[in-house]
């Protein structure tokens, strides 16, 4: 596969980005079909964004307290990418509710990890949620990012088993290591064409 065949992608994040790492680190294999090319945070301390830097990616700040409003954020985080041309957009503990009118720019092209198996907890607390339930089974979801939260197209899951004994604490550790396996293949699934958000007619 040469290279500039490669999707353009982007990470935002919040935090300590160890699905960003995941993403980064899959996407050094030379015949990986996404490059990250740049990490943008809405906390200048998130200590991802060293972690992408130590990786040689760029990394933006567009600092969410510093604007009035959702809607003025969202505009200085789409100016932001603008520039770096981006195919795709990876959403990894990103702790921003997005709006319908940042969402709908990148339909079909932005994509998230949430630690359950939706459709069931959307939202968070996910893993006390599982175990007040009482289920035996939870797990992880990569899913195209539509305007209702944790709503949109699955493009790829894995399970666990719920062990006696498990805390929300031990739960959301051992699920971890199964989202950072995950997010890469679902990437690279979206990035090589082999899956496609549905009602999408891509003629390209």
């Not at 990616?57 to 003025?72: G, H, I, N």
């Not at 789409?78 to 009118?101: I, Q």
């Not at 939202?123 to 899913?143: D, F, I």
């Not at 031990?170 to 199964?178: D, K």
Request: with cysteine.
């Amino acid at each position: 596969m040469t290279h500039h065949t490669k999707k353009r992608t982007g990470i935002l994040i919040s935090g300590r980005g160890t699905n960003m790492k995941a993403l980064i680190e899959a996407a050094e294999a030379r015949d990986y079909p996404a490059e990250i090319v740049v990490v943008v945070s809405n906390r200048a301390d998130a200590g991802g964004l060293d972690i992408a830097r130590g990786k040689g990616v760029a990394t933006e700040v567009v600092p969410s307290k510093a604007f009035a409003d959702r809607l003025e954020f969202e505009r200085a985080l789409a100016d932001t990418l603008r520039p770096h041309a981006l195919d795709l957009l990876c959403l990894a503990g990103f702790m921003r509710v997005l709006t319908p009118w940042f969402v709908e720019q990148w339909q079909g092209r932005m994509l998230n990890i949430h630690p359950s198996l939706l459709p069931l907890f959307p939202g968070t607390h996910t893993h006390e949620r599982v175990l007040e339930a009482g289920l035996k089974t939870h797990g992880c979801t990569v899913h195209f990012v539509t305007p209702q939260l944790d709503a949109g197209p699955v493009i790829a899951q894995a399970s666990i088993a719920v062990e006696p004994g498990d805390t929300p604490e031990t739960l959301a550790a051992r699920l971890l290591t199964f989202e950072n396996r995950l997010y890469p293949e679902a990437l690279a699934k979206v990035a090589s064409g082999a899956v496609q958000y549905p009602g999408r007619a891509d003629s390209s």
